[in-house]
């Protein structure tokens, strides 16, 4: 299957964005031939990923058409960086919530200008595509929700406020009851700071529908995700990457029903035997540092051997999607308590001291997709990731699982070494 | 002058402190030297900095013999990392605070082999120490307690933890009114800590009686420093933070009247126009990551140019000795409260965002010290300091103040390099 990536011209649009078209060029230029090499020259996909195939051509221009058309109507739109910002609170005042660039190596060296080398890509691509003007979720949205998960994105706040409309949410460190009180009260003042923006009170009828709208959508994402843990696995991790890396951008009801579909297909897909990989590929388990779009550098590697990515316990895969919140109350503390408690409680974030929340994840998720081995992903230089890999290794060496650390950012430069490494893993797994 | 760097024989006491003593001698054996070369080879000293090469010379030997004499009576040894650690709690628990080994190249590779090689060389260092058991302190400390000041400190902890008697201090990120909520909780936690280990209550007599101690030791601290500021500078940069580092580790009532007897010294070389500087010499800063013993690489490279450094704005500098605990309350809660607010409100950490009040102490400080340039230094992969150095060098253009942004760990490799871009710099100060 063969999609197009051809995109309608927008340049009147985003040069009212004020991006900076010459060098927006050369991304819309380079993002074909790499969405072409990675994606549409797959093997037997899913028909319904042509959706999503789309997403992709145009998620620089529908989509912000889309949301500029919203905001020409009086809304607003608001960005962030990771999952642990409510997006519920973002819809239940009018709003709607995209993520941010940060994804490609094209945004890190502008965002080195400002930020020390030494900085996860991440960070760099998100603070470089803000200055370099060359990303128009940046462009378009009203407001930066930031959060203090890491050295790395607290500092770069700072710097990105003097450039951009931002707020920052605190997180703590540690998941202690005053942790916990803190926690609240930022949920609590986020609230605020949106119904400033909007000028729309949230309120439990308005929260309570938010809740279910982003329940269903988390609910999509389970169900597609769960097909990966049988014999026949019906997409590979790629695509089933991409879906989750959309889910941040994307519209929340289209976004569930597109899932729907493409899920359905699997279903059949399952029934049929229909898979991209052939019988006795090794499952494996990515772990680890988020992965933005279009961040499909490791998923590609592994996947180049013949083998599929079955799960991603990260902030792109089961962190996001696997926690819903109890939306039952009919009172907004009620509903507020529950949401802040989501956040929280039960995803586990390297930021948060102790976290062995999430080597029992890792463990059980490698039970669920029946793994045979597992990539523990660090972005380059992610302090958090990468130290707690020690407790990760130690972990899975009790559990008998075996696992390969990688630490590596957007370039292209290491990735005949990383494959080598990759497939010599791949080799000693039974 | 020249000190003796001779140490009597403590292998007995080493050997019960389980020190991997082999390792432990080529420590032994490359410290007289190091100091030698750095400290004893300054010309025109102060006579009384002789008690400072004598506590040098037996750190691991006759200061290790007095805390094990104190444990033999049943007391208990505290070991920390970081200036935010109460140490009158500690003390008013019938225990000593000791500054834990971090700050050689020497522990930097066993630190290496469970930390990432992109972490900071203080956290690997320290980790190194214990796990090498080359560090009497490490050995002979009844609890270690850690603080989430970085990530690269907040994931050391968890395995560190797993090695030795550790607890740790949560830090907000923010001093919002949550964040000081859950700091105040913290020193609570920490002094109910203490009291389990002693069994010694924490009463507003002893709180009281420790907060007298440790503000003279920053009392003591201020007036030597403030003498700094004058025309005649009567101390070298490294002797003055030779003694600020040693304040981590020595007796305190010692410490106190061994820094009155060298400020009396001082005040007099003052009045005679005795320094070790020539006439014309650029004042330098150092504003930064903290610099623990026996870290003196930077200011033995400025030194070495014929210039001093006449001040530290860094946690083994102002940070440490600036702010007094306000002791007067009759009340424990008062006294927990201004002990509380005194260890955060006004000593600005980069773990802090924002941190502003960083950027006005340097301004500030550099006024009060006189100073004709500044050297931002960051130990390497420190992304809180490699961070907020964007702002720290935005500021001090607006302010006129020339600024040099270094980045390096313990290693000597990289010392040339290091001197040509200071020398380099110091001849660009008018």
Redesign the interface.
Same mark, same amino acid.
């Given at each position: 299957m063969r999609g197009s990536m051809k995109m309608a011209d927008y340049h009147g649009m985003w040069k009212e964005l004020n991006i900076d078209l010459k060098t927006h060029d050369l991304l819309c230029d380079a993002l074909p031939p790499l969405y072409e090499g990675i994606y549409l020259d797959q093997g037997n996909r899913p028909e319904t990923m042509d959706y999503f195939n789309m997403v992709v051509a145009e998620v620089h221009g529908a989509r912000i058409k889309e949301l500029m058309d919203f905001k020409a109507k009086g809304n607003k739109v608001v960005g962030a960086f990771c999952i642990y910002v409510p997006e519920e609170l973002v819809l239940a005042a009018g709003s709607q919530l995209v993520g941010l660039c940060a994804g490609s190596e094209f945004w890190v060296p502008p965002g080195e200008k /400002?930020? *020390?080398r !030494?900085?996860c890509p991440l960070v760099k691509a998100g603070v470089g595509a803000r200055i370099s003007r060359t990303c128009p979720y940046f462009q378009s949205v009203d407001l930066i929700v930031g959060e !203090?998960t890491?050295?790395?994105k607290?500092?770069?706040?700072?710097?990105l406020a003097e450039e951009a409309p931002m707020y /920052?949410m605190?997180? *703590? !460190? /540690?998941k202690?009851?005053?942790?916990m009180?803190?926690w609240k009260?930022?949920v609590k003042s986020l609230s605020e700071k949106l119904e400033k923006l909007t000028g729309k009170t949230i309120t439990s009828s308005n929260l309570k529908e938010a809740i279910e709208k982003v329940n269903a959508k988390r609910i999509a994402l389970q169900k597609l995700n769960d097909l990966r843990k049988g014999d026949v696995v019906p997409i590979s991790g790629k695509d089933a990457l991409l879906v989750s890396e959309i889910a941040f951008y994307d519209d929340v009801d289209r976004f569930v029903e597109k899932v729907q579909v493409l899920t359905d297909e699997c279903v059949e897909r399952v029934q049929k035997g229909e898979t991209p990989f052939n019988p006795g590929a090794k499952r494996i388990m990515v772990t680890g540092s988020p992965l933005v779009l279009p961040n499909w550098k490791l998923h590609h590697l592994v996947e180049s051997t013949g083998n599929p990515v079955v799960v991603e316990e990260n902030c792109t895969g089961t962190r996001y999607y696997e926690q819903t919140v109890d939306g039952s109350p009919s009172d907004l503390g009620g509903l507020m308590d529950n949401l802040a408690s989501r956040y929280i409680e039960n995803i586990h974030c390297?930021?948060f001291? *102790?976290?062995d929340g999430r080597l029992d994840d890792i463990v059980r998720l490698a039970k669920e997709y029946r793994v045979d081995g597992i990539i523990d992903y660090s972005l380059?230089?992610c302090?958090?990731y990468?130290?707690?890999?020690?407790?990760v290794r130690d972990r899975l060496k009790q559990e008998g699982i075996p696992v390969l650390s990688l630490?590596t950012g957007y370039e292209s430069g290491d990735e005949g070494q990383l494959k080598t490494r990759i497939e010599a893993f791949i080799e000693t797994l039974e």
């Open positions: /400002v930020l *020390p !030494n900085t !203090n890491c050295d790395g607290k500092k770069a706040w700072e710097i /920052v605190d997180i *703590p !460190n /540690v202690s009851r005053s942790g009180a803190l009260s930022e390297a930021c001291t *102790p976290n380059s230089f302090t958090t990468l130290t707690e890999g020690t407790k630490e």
